[in-house]
Antibody
Framework: EVQLVESGGGLVQPGGSLGLSCAAS????????MSWIRQAPGKGLEWVAN????????SYVDSVKGRFSISRDNAKNSLYLHLNSLRAEDTAVYYC???????WGQGTMVTVSS | QSALTQPASVSGSPGQSITISCTGT?????????VSWYQQHPAKAPKLMIY???DRPSGVSNRFSGSKSGNTASLTISGLQPEDEADYYC??????????FGTGTKVTVL
């Protein structure tokens, strides 16, 4: 059974940093592009970033370029998202997904507030 | 990277068919056959319902079907059932090698 389990969310002040992790199991992690998608409270889905199988290709939505960094460790079957210079508008549930969209984690909440 | 445009709400009676539109541009929906649709119930993670414009993942009811014409993709739900009441989002790959979601549509079963 495919499982994606996010962790690392929490409350952070504006301008602060946070690191999210996603532990994958039940499939050959190193064969898949992976994505982070977020959803602000009461709002729609927003694609944030993705990364290819070996980490050599990464893409970001314009609003997070230069502030967020996606990475992965295939030996640990793990996906990461490092969030810097956080703003109130980054407050959201962050989901880890396969790029195919057929598997999602339960999400981890990031709240940016003073 | 503007969000794809979806109607805010669509409703129908049980057994009826409804269609949700998803309008993009020639740089996303109109350029690639990489449109997917997601169903999201309250406080749940989204579920993939359609990928590649028309394909259904294993286990998804054949009451759900997708199509595309020009810059607009569509999701049709036939034989509407109470459990279909949810939010629906389209998503497209773009010429910038990114993805963009639609604004979301709330489906109400009357």
């Amino acid at each position: 059974e495919v499982q994606l389990v996010e962790s690392g969310g929490g409350l952070v002040q504006p301008g602060g940093s946070l690191g999210l992790s996603c532990a994958a199991s039940g499939f050959i992690f190193s064969n898949y592009w992976m994505s982070w998608i977020r959803q602000a409270p009461g709002k729609g889905l927003e694609w944030v970033a993705n990364i290819n199988q070996d980490g050599g290709a990464r893409s970001y939505v314009d609003s997070v370029k230069g502030r967020f960094s996606i990475s992965r460790d295939n030996a640990k079957n793990s996906l990461y998202l490092h969030l810097n210079s956080l703003r109130a508008e980054d407050t959201a549930v962050y989901y880890c997904t396969t790029n195919t969209g057929d598997s999602w984690g339960q999400g981890t909440m990031v709240t940016v507030s003073s | 990277q503007s969000a794809l445009t979806q109607p805010a709400s669509v409703s129908g009676s049980p057994g009826q068919s409804i269609t949700i539109s998803c309008t993009g541009t020639s740089s996303d929906v109109g350029f690639y056959n990489y449109v997917s649709w997601y169903q999201q119930h309250p406080a749940k993670a989204p579920k993939l319902m359609i990928y590649g414009v028309i394909d259904r993942p294993s286990g998804v009811s054949n009451r759900f079907s997708g199509s595309k014409s020009g810059n607009t993709a569509s999701l049709t739900i036939s034989g509407l059932q109470p459990e279909d009441e949810a939010d629906y989002y389209c998503c497209s790959f773009t010429t910038s090698n990114t993805y963009v979601f639609g604004t979301g549509t709330k489906v109400t079963v009357l």
